[in-house]
């Protein structure tokens, strides 16, 4: 009988671009895959590949303690019922309840990704400073398997949950991002014309969209031609969405070119010179600056756990401190002015996708954990 491995993410589009090539070793390995998502429409593409889909009442940020409980409940359910013999948790409440949850059913090996900690832990103070030392407390309760693994994306993430005593040393490993297929990325020389920069993020205020077009004002003030483009779409779920109104003063404003939700975020990074992410979010190690590195451009990005972890500083790309619209702008015409500087950076980049984000290695990885747990 093939072991069972269950993988319970928030939500299936993330399961597909950040998860799936996992999935497909597990499943090319003897696994029975099963996965565990939120209801959405990238479900049925789940299930063409071969693997499991279980629908879980679960959302990114709601707190609402009903809906939280009939999240854990619906695990609970699901875990008693398919007996697993290894769960993969990916995503803050995944591993809270998923961790718990497994606990309780005695799944017999617990992998838990943590891929940023989001908000709460680079926050301080008031109500959040609240919020922290409850969501310490889960964390102490779902990592506390006697079998079980915590992949963390940056030492920072690491750092906090060893400090309030979640997670000891043999636990930890630490795996640089979901990985990126290195062809799906080329590198391609820099296009004629002035230079234009692109950041691709779910358009909340805390991945620092509103610095990113604050830097387009102060450069169009300067006089400084740079081409500002912004991926992204609206997350209605999150409260720190930018709002409709704002997007359509930006388009009546003309600063910044604003494209919507892409499929084709490394093809929009070969029209690019430049690629910025001023998150001041808990990242685990941003996808966007990852194929942005394979894609062979320099990056600029915030001095913030799992952000500084995507690049070299000072030679694949310049952090800036968060929330600081003037040093992005800096770093912006430091770089739109230099293309000899920012060329190197970029071919640097490439060379650091191919030693470390490599879907190949990302998977050799993971498959090794998973029979390091089963041994």
Aim: proline share 6%; glycine share 8%.
């Amino acid at each position: 009988m093939s072991h069972k491995l269950l993988f319970v993410v928030n939500s299936s589009d993330f399961f597909l671009s950040h998860r799936l090539p996992i999935a497909l070793a597990a499943q090319q390995a003897g696994y029975e895959v099963h996965v565990a998502t939120a209801a959405g429409e990238s479900s049925r593409q789940i299930r063409d590949y071969g693997l499991f889909h279980h629908e879980i009442p679960i959302s990114r940020s709601g707190q609402h303690p009903i809906r939280e409980l009939a999240t854990a409940v619906s695990l609970y359910r699901l875990m008693h019922r398919l007996k697993p013999n290894l769960v993969h948790l990916v995503t803050i409440k995944p591993v809270l309840y998923g961790g718990m949850t497994a606990r309780l059913v005695r799944v017999p090996a617990v992998v838990a990704a943590v891929s940023g900690l989001g908000t709460v832990f680079v926050t301080e103070g008031g109500r959040v400073g609240l919020l922290k030392r409850v969501i310490s407390v889960l964390y102490r309760l779902a990592l506390g398997h006697r079998n079980l693994v915590v992949i963390f994306q940056n030492q920072d993430d690491h750092q906090a949950l060893a400090n309030i005593g979640a997670v000891k040393p043999p636990q930890a490993r630490i795996i640089r991002g979901s990985g990126i297929t290195l062809a799906d990325c080329p590198w391609e020389p820099e296009p004629e014309g002035s230079p234009v920069i692109t950041m691709a993020a779910r358009l909340l205020r805390n991945k620092g969209v509103e610095e990113f077009i604050e830097a387009a004002r102060l450069l169009a003030e300067r006089g400084v031609v740079v081409r500002f483009r912004l991926i992204g779409s609206r997350d209605t779920g999150n409260p720190t969405s930018v709002t409709e109104a704002q997007l359509a003063a930006w388009r009546e404003e003309g600063l910044v070119e604003l494209l919507g939700h892409r499929d084709d975020v490394p093809r929009q990074y070969a029209f690019s010179h430049m690629v910025a992410l001023p998150s001041y979010y808990g990242e685990g190690l941003p996808k966007s600056l990852v194929e942005a590195a394979a894609c062979g451009r320099a990056v600029i990005t915030t001095d913030m756990p799992g952000c500084r972890d995507a690049i070299e500083p000072g030679v694949t790309g310049l952090l800036v401190p968060p929330r600081n619209a003037m040093a992005l702008a800096d770093a912006i015409q430091q770089l739109a002015e230099d293309p000899d500087k920012r060329q190197a950076m970029g071919r640097a980049g490439r060379g650091l996708a191919e030693r470390e984000f490599d879907i190949e290695r990302i998977v050799g990885q993971h498959l090794a954990i998973y029979r390091e747990l089963e041994a």
